[in-house]
């Protein structure tokens, strides 16, 4: 999808008629005879989404197969009670079907392969959510709204959203140097372009991503010494707080200490949770306040605990 600026995004028309509805996603075209009641969530953009409009869904992937960690700390009071279908990186076709919906969310990314599968079980919509831009997300919950018969909802939420936004990149120091974010595990360092969701928004904000989509990668893996060439004056980092980031082995390396970004101390690190595993309107109300509480829209000196 390109890029769009969310006042656009406002005026999203979806065909609609009073008993039907013909939306667009990344597979093809989805035709339902009516708004959904009953919709399974297979992704936390989705889920945060459905929460943030008032639906309640009858299965989300809340599990942790796979590797997955759950869903983000942050919905889980919203989440008790909602049956899990496995999770996002293997969904149950069983637990799916026997939540009766009559629409299911799915990832681009991670369930293109499934699409025939899902789609038998029931209507499907596959959206670009893992590596989708700000613009992507905000698309997708006019999408959703739409689906499931909160389309005024949805365009609320991302008035709301616009309004708040531009209240917070009042705090953006014009001319600020450029910076490079990235997820960080025990084992990888995944750099966030501007076209990724996390990347996007901190440049909706009024900071310069230093780093643009490769070929069709909005993010993608780098060591140590990819960094140091990178050589970024201002690094964000989102770490999980029950993991050891790698980055934790390179800072006793000579070649970290090295960093531009070290040596002015503009190393800010953020609860990936919050930042990039929801990535919908609940979460981006986080971002907006993190964002300026760390003061790395102010390019001041991490502030608490955002100092990595």
């Given at each position: 999808?390109?890029?769009?600026?969310?006042?656009a995004?406002?005026?999203?028309?979806?065909?609609?008629?009073?008993?039907a509805?013909s939306?667009?996603?990344?597979?093809?075209?989805?035709d339902i005879?009516?708004?959904?009641?009953?919709?399974?969530?297979?992704?936390?953009?989705?889920l945060?989404?459905?929460?943030?409009?008032?639906?309640?869904?009858?299965?989300?992937?809340?599990?942790?197969?796979g590797?997955?960690?759950?869903?983000?700390?942050?919905?889980?009071?919203?989440?008790?009670?909602?049956?899990?279908t496995?999770?996002?990186?293997?969904?149950?076709?069983?637990?799916?079907?026997?939540?009766?919906?009559?629409?299911?969310?799915?990832?681009?990314?991670?369930h293109?392969?499934?699409?025939?599968?899902?789609?038998?079980?029931?209507?499907t919509a596959?959206?670009?959510?893992?590596?989708?831009s700000?613009?992507?997300?905000?698309?997708?919950?006019?999408?959703?709204?739409?689906?499931v018969?909160?389309?005024?909802a949805?365009?609320?939420?991302?008035?709301e959203?616009?309004?708040?936004m531009?209240?917070?990149?009042?705090?953006?120091k014009?001319?600020a140097?450029?910076?490079v974010?990235?997820?960080?595990?025990?084992?990888?360092?995944?750099?966030?372009?501007?076209?990724?969701?996390?990347g996007?928004?901190?440049?909706?904000?009024g900071?310069?991503?230093?780093?643009?989509?490769?070929g069709?990668?909005?993010?993608?893996?780098?060591?140590?010494?990819?960094l140091v060439?990178?050589?970024?004056?201002?690094?964000?980092?989102?770490t999980?707080?029950?993991?050891?980031?790698?980055?934790?082995?390179?800072?006793?390396?000579?070649?970290?200490?090295?960093?531009?970004?070290?040596?002015?101390?503009?190393?800010?690190?953020?609860?990936?949770?919050n930042?990039?595993?929801?990535?919908?309107?609940?979460?981006?109300?986080?971002m907006?306040?993190?964002?300026?509480?760390?003061?790395?829209?102010?390019?001041?000196?991490p502030?608490?605990?955002?100092n990595?």
């Amino acid at each position: 999808m390109t890029k769009k600026t969310i006042s656009a995004l406002l005026f999203l028309s979806l065909s609609a008629s009073a008993s039907a509805l013909s939306v667009k996603h990344e597979l093809g075209v989805l035709d339902i005879k009516a708004p959904a009641k009953r919709v399974v969530a297979l992704e936390y953009s989705f889920l945060d989404t459905l929460l943030a409009l008032g639906v309640r869904p009858v299965g989300a992937a809340l599990g942790n197969q796979g590797g997955d960690r759950g869903a983000p700390p942050y919905l889980a009071p919203k989440v008790a009670g909602i049956p899990a279908t496995g999770s996002r990186a293997q969904p149950s076709f069983e637990t799916v079907a026997a939540s009766r919906p009559d629409l299911i969310l799915a990832d681009a990314l991670v369930h293109k392969d499934l699409y025939p599968q899902l789609s038998k079980l029931a209507p499907t919509a596959v959206f670009q959510s893992r590596r989708g831009s700000l613009d992507d997300l905000n698309a997708q919950t006019l999408a959703i709204g739409q689906l499931v018969g909160r389309e005024a909802a949805a365009k609320r939420l991302l008035a709301e959203q616009v309004s708040l936004m531009s209240k917070a990149k009042a705090f953006a120091k014009k001319g600020a140097p450029s910076f490079v974010a990235a997820v960080v595990t025990p084992k990888t360092f995944t750099v966030h372009t501007n076209e990724s969701f996390a990347g996007s928004f901190l440049e909706d904000l009024g900071r310069k991503n230093q780093l643009k989509l490769r070929g069709n990668e909005t993010q993608y893996e780098i060591s140590l010494e990819g960094l140091v060439a990178l050589n970024p004056q201002t690094l964000v980092l989102f770490t999980a707080p029950d993991e050891t980031p790698i980055t934790e082995q390179w800072k006793k390396n000579p070649l970290w200490q090295k960093l531009s970004a070290v040596q002015r101390g503009r190393v800010y690190q953020f609860n990936r949770d919050n930042w990039t595993r929801g990535r919908g309107p609940l979460a981006l109300k986080l971002m907006v306040a993190e964002a300026i509480e760390s003061r790395f829209l102010q390019d001041a000196a991490p502030a608490g605990k955002y100092n990595y």
